[in-house]
């Protein structure tokens, strides 16, 4: 071989040698793309007129912007979502009415973003269930916010924050349940339904935009003493019926 034949077959290698590392990175490049969601929980109860609350957890290597969301259901029910870039979290609502009575709701969700599609599914079983307390119930959470309020202003909890409730106890006894939605946070509010001293109330507080409550607190017996608030560990998950 001459060392004309020589250069261009070195060329031609050369050439080969480029376009085949090229090739690995855009395949590293589309192999990176990742996205799982994951609905917490799974399964819930809830009741006409109420509200059912699910956390989406999303891990993605992705902008969200990238990608379309869509809610779809087995039946004609109003949902909507939330979206917090930040952690990224959905906060998916659910909200059923007295036809969906004895029903099963699956929500479907799907993200998409060109041929990269996933989906995860959750389950709304709302029963024919009633609670009348709420005076109660808001007169426990208002001491745990005179509490934060008191000790934590850089929560912005305070007596003119807006709270939506939202019951959260359907199909549980023995221990009450209630929700109540800011523009920022979650409360959980539950309470013993015995005689003192085991008549206890516990909140939990969990920012909205993240997956796990950060404070909780409790009296010890809301009969005995309601204006003591202990604080203790925040549980590890957010509380559901089920």
Same mark, same amino acid.
């Given at each position: 071989?001459?060392?004309?034949?020589?250069?261009?077959? $070195?060329?031609?290698?050369?050439?080969?040698?480029?376009?085949?590392? #090229?090739?690995?990175?855009?395949?590293?490049?589309?192999?990176?793309?990742?996205?799982?969601?994951?609905?917490?929980?799974?399964?819930?109860? /809830?009741?006409? $007129?109420?509200? !059912?609350?699910?956390?989406?957890?999303?891990?993605?290597?992705?902008?969200?912007?990238? &990608?379309?969301?869509?809610?779809?259901?087995?039946?004609?029910?109003?949902?909507?979502?939330?979206?917090?870039?930040?952690?990224?979290?959905?906060?998916?609502?659910? &909200?059923?009415?007295? /036809?969906?009575?004895?029903?099963?709701?699956? =929500?479907?969700?799907?993200? /998409?973003?060109?041929?990269?599609?996933?989906?995860?599914?959750?389950?709304?079983?709302?029963?024919?269930?009633? #609670?009348?307390?709420?005076?109660?119930?808001?007169?426990?959470?208002?001491?745990?916010? !005179?509490?934060?309020?008191? /000790?934590?202003?850089?929560? $912005? =909890?305070? !007596?003119?924050?807006?709270?939506? *409730?939202?019951?959260? !106890?359907?199909?549980?006894?023995?221990?009450?349940?209630?929700?109540?939605?800011?523009?920022?946070?979650?409360?959980?509010?539950?309470?013993?339904?015995?005689? *003192?001293? &085991?008549?206890?109330?516990?909140?939990?507080?969990?920012?909205?935009?993240?997956?796990?409550?950060?404070?909780?607190?409790?009296?010890?017996?809301?009969?005995?003493?309601?204006?003591?608030?202990?604080?203790?560990?925040?549980?590890?998950?957010?509380?559901?019926?089920?």
């Amino acid at each position: 071989m001459n060392f004309s034949n020589r250069l261009l077959a $070195g060329i031609a290698l050369l050439i080969i040698v480029i376009a085949s590392s #090229f090739a690995v990175v855009l395949y590293l490049n589309s192999s990176s793309d990742k996205l799982d969601i994951t609905f917490i929980p799974e399964h819930m109860n /809830s009741s006409p $007129g109420e509200t !059912g609350w699910f956390l989406v957890e999303i891990d993605t290597t992705r902008q969200m912007t990238d &990608y379309d969301i869509a809610i779809q259901t087995n039946a004609s029910i109003e949902t909507d979502y939330t979206y917090w870039p930040q952690t990224p979290l959905l906060e998916v609502f659910v &909200y059923p009415n007295s /036809s969906h009575v004895d029903s099963c709701i699956e =929500i479907d969700l799907t993200l /998409s973003s060109g041929a990269l599609v996933v989906q995860d599914y959750a389950f709304l079983h709302v029963l024919n269930w009633t #609670f009348e307390g709420l005076s109660e119930v808001i007169e426990k959470r208002d001491v745990f916010i !005179g509490h934060l309020a008191d /000790s934590y202003p850089e929560f $912005g =909890i305070n !007596g003119t924050t807006l709270w939506t *409730p939202i019951y959260n !106890g359907a199909g549980i006894l023995v221990v009450g349940h209630y929700l109540f939605k800011s523009s920022q946070w979650e409360m959980e509010i539950a309470w013993h339904v015995m005689i *003192p001293p &085991y008549d206890w109330v516990q909140v939990y507080l969990r920012p909205r935009a993240e997956v796990q409550p950060s404070w909780a607190g409790m009296i010890e017996s809301w009969s005995t003493d309601n204006e003591t608030v202990v604080e203790i560990d925040p549980p590890l998950e957010i509380y559901r019926p089920m």
